[in-house]
Nanobody
């Protein structure tokens, strides 16, 4: 079992930045690939970024490429999402998720564990 807790969300103006954190506890964090997803009201949950458990390989959705950066610190059992140049369309609840296979999948169905989410609101 892996418990995930996100933090760092909030209200920011367009063009601003936020850094989300996801703290993990339970099973060995370094054994899991990690992903960030987001869900806006009335929309399906969508992939944002993922990172391999030890290789550091990353993938990004086209909509955030060049603006968002995913990273992890296995010593602190934490994964981060640095979000720059935020746009109103980035407004959503952001979730972190853990995937034992480390496949860098963009499908939420491939992730076994989820956090409760943190709200990000970008005003225009």
């Amino acid at each position: 079992q892996v418990q995930l807790v996100e933090s760092g969300g909030g209200l920011v103006q367009a063009g601003g930045s936020l850094r989300l954190s996801c703290a993990a506890s339970g099973r060995t964090f370094s054994s899991y690939g990690m992903g960030w997803f987001r869900q806006a009201p009335g929309k399906a949950r969508e992939f944002v970024a993922s990172i391999h458990q030890w290789a550091g390989t990353t993938t990004y959705a086209d909509s955030v490429k060049g603006r968002f950066t995913i990273s992890r610190d296995n010593a602190k059992n934490t994964v981060y999402l640095q979000m720059n140049s935020l746009k109103p369309e980035d407004t959503a609840v952001y979730y972190c998720a853990a995937d034992y296979s480390g496949s860098l999948s963009g499908s939420p169905y491939d992730y076994e564990y989820w956090g409760q989410g943190t709200q990000v609101t970008v005003s225009s």
